[in-house]
T-cell receptor, first 111, second 114 residues
């Protein structure tokens, strides 16, 4: 079954810490996305990718880097985490049409 | 500026009752609209997608409408169950391909009580 798996499920880090969120999809989809979800807001796009080695900037990219190492794997990097990055992060994949498959999310707390 | 507004923000209904969730948007172009269900702490699961200028879909106890002229959609849940407790998110896609952007509403939190 097609799936998007995120890890870790939960993460706590200190301000200034270094965090990597992982996402793996087994859908053979070309497109992968990182979103953040905050109370009172819809999901907001951080970075996305059209394929291995490709990276596109989303709507709220500040403070985040991303890397697409393979078609399956998309990583979100926070090199100097700040409390404002406390959020629920979702990864998604798409074959290139209007269908999207979302992961279960990673809850990040920056203290 | 929020381009997808959902109402109500939260809703409490008794098991077995029907409910209606609203979505108004200003996204242009509006290629398609999708409703997702998000259980607490979980990912988004697609319930239905609407595409046509005036569209209707049905998926079990879920039914939805879309009026692109009014930029308005509704999600109806019939005979609610306790498992329907979740956040329902309206998403408007401005293209039919992944080159487009998805515009997310903040969601309606539905609580179904016995």
């Amino acid at each position: 079954e097609a799936a998007v798996t995120q890890s870790p499920r939960n993460k706590v880090t200190v301000t200034g810490g270094n965090v990597t969120l992982s996402c793996r999809q087994t859908n053979s989809h070309n497109y992968m996305y990182w979103y953040r979800q905050d109370t009172g807001h819809g999901l907001r796009l951080i970075h996305y990718s059209y394929g291995a080695g490709n990276l596109q900037i989303g709507d709220v990219p500040d403070g985040y880097k991303a890397t697409r190492t393979t078609q399956e794997d998309f990583f979100l990097l926070l090199e100097l985490a700040s409390p404002s990055q406390t959020s629920l992060y979702f990864c998604a994949s798409s074959p290139g049409n209007s269908d999207y498959t979302f992961g279960s999310g990673t809850r990040l707390l920056v203290i | 500026k929020t381009q997808v507004e959902q109402s109500p923000q939260s809703l409490v209904v008794r098991q077995g009752e029907n409910c209606v969730l609203q979505c108004n948007y200003s996204v242009t172009p509006d290629n398609h609209l999708r409703w997702f269900k998000q259980d607490t702490g979980k990912g988004l699961v697609s319930l239905t997608v609407l595409v046509d200028q005036k569209d209707k879909t049905s998926n079990g106890r879920y039914s939805a409408t879309l009026d692109k002229d009014a930029k308005h959609s509704t999600l109806h849940i019939t005979a609610t169950l306790l498992d329907d407790t979740a956040t329902y998110i309206c998403v408007v896609g401005d293209r039919g391909s992944a080159l487009g952007r998805l515009h997310f509403g903040a969601g309606t939190q539905l609580i179904v009580i016995p």
